[in-house]
T-cell receptor, first 116, second 112 residues
Framework: DSGVTQTPKHLITATGQRVTLRCSPR?????VYWYQQSLDQGLQFLIQ???????AKGNILERFSAQQFPDLHSELNLSSLELGDSALYFC???????????????FGEGSWLTVV | GDSVTQMEGPVTLSEEAFLTINCTYTATGYPSLFWYVQYPGEGLQLLLKATKADDKGSNKGFEATYRKETTSFHLEKGSVQVSDSAVYFCALSDKSASKIIFGSGTRLSIRP
C-alpha cells in the first residue's frame, strides 16, 4: 500500500460526458502528479501540483483540468469525453520538491476509465 | 528533453534464470533513477532507486547501478521466480521532481 488513494477505481461513462477523478496523497506529501496510461501511449505525464499551485504541465488536453485543494487532495476533471480517453489514470505524490537527494514518487492504484 | 529508453519486450524466461532489462537515459544534470514494477491489474510500485552516480539500488533480489559514464541503469536479478512476472518501467526525475519520465515498459513473463 503506497498510501496514495484514488477514487473511483473503475468508471464507465458515455462519450461527451464529464467525470472527476479524486486523489488523496500520502500523509505529508505536498506534490501531486497525474499520469495517463493507455495501451498505445504508454505512461504519459499530465500535470503536477505542489501545495495547491500548478508546478509542471505535460501532455494534458485542454478538455482536462486539475486542481489541488487546501487539504492537498487533488481532482482531475475530464470533459467532453472521447473513446480515446479510455485509460488508466494514475495519481502519485511525493514529499517536498527541491530536495538535492532526489524525490521518490509513490503511485496510487489508478482509476480505470472506460468511455463507451 | 529528458528521456528513458528501455529494452522492448516481452521478455520470457524460465524460473531461476538470470534477468537483465536494459535501460539508458538522456538527461541534463544528474537525475534520480528508478525502477517501478506493475503487477497484473495493479498500480505502479517503486522497486528500487538510485540518486547519484555509482549508487546501487536493490530490493527483493533486484539490483540496478547508476552508471553515469554509460548513462545506464540496467535492472538485474540472479534467479527469477514466476511471481516476478510483471511490467517493469525504468524512470528518471530531476532533482526538483517536477515530473518523472518513464520508459515504455518491459513485460516480463516467467515460465515455471
Amino acid at each position: 500500500d503506497s498510501g496514495v488513494t484514488q477514487t473511483p477505481k473503475h468508471l464507465i461513462t458515455a462519450t461527451g460526458q464529464r467525470v472527476t477523478l479524486r486523489c488523496s496523497p500520502r500523509s505529508g506529501d505536498l506534490s501531486v502528479y497525474w499520469y495517463q496510461q493507455s495501451l498505445d501511449q504508454g505512461l504519459q505525464f499530465l500535470i503536477q501540483y505542489y501545495n495547491g499551485e500548478e508546478r509542471a504541465k505535460g501532455n494534458i488536453l485542454e478538455r482536462f483540468s486539475a486542481q489541488q485543494f487546501p487539504d492537498l487532495h487533488s481532482e482531475l476533471n475530464l470533459s467532453s469525453l472521447e473513446l480515446g480517453d479510455s485509460a488508466l489514470y494514475f495519481c502519485a505524490s511525493s514529499a517536498v520538491t527541491g530536495s538535492v537527494s532526489g524525490n521518490t514518487i509513490y503511485f496510487g492504484e489508478g482509476s480505470w476509465l472506460t468511455v463507451v | 528533453g529528458d528521456s528513458v529508453t528501455q529494452m522492448e519486450g516481452p521478455v520470457t524466461l524460465s524460473e531461476e534464470a538470470f534477468l537483465t532489462i536494459n535501460c539508458t537515459y538522456t538527461a541534463t544534470g544528474y537525475p534520480s533513477l528508478f525502477w517501478y514494477v506493475q503487477y497484473p491489474g495493479e498500480g505502479l510500485q517503486l522497486l528500487l532507486k538510485a540518486t547519484k552516480a555509482d549508487d546501487k539500488g536493490s530490493n527483493k533480489g533486484f539490483e540496478a547501478t547508476y552508471r553515469k559514464e554509460t548513462t545506464s541503469f540496467h535492472l538485474e536479478k540472479g534467479s527469477v521466480q514466476v511471481s516476478d512476472s510483471a511490467v517493469y518501467f525504468c524512470a528518471l526525475s530531476d532533482k526538483s521532481a517536477s515530473k518523472i519520465i518513464f520508459g515504455s515498459g518491459t513485460r516480463l513473463s516467467i515460465r515455471p
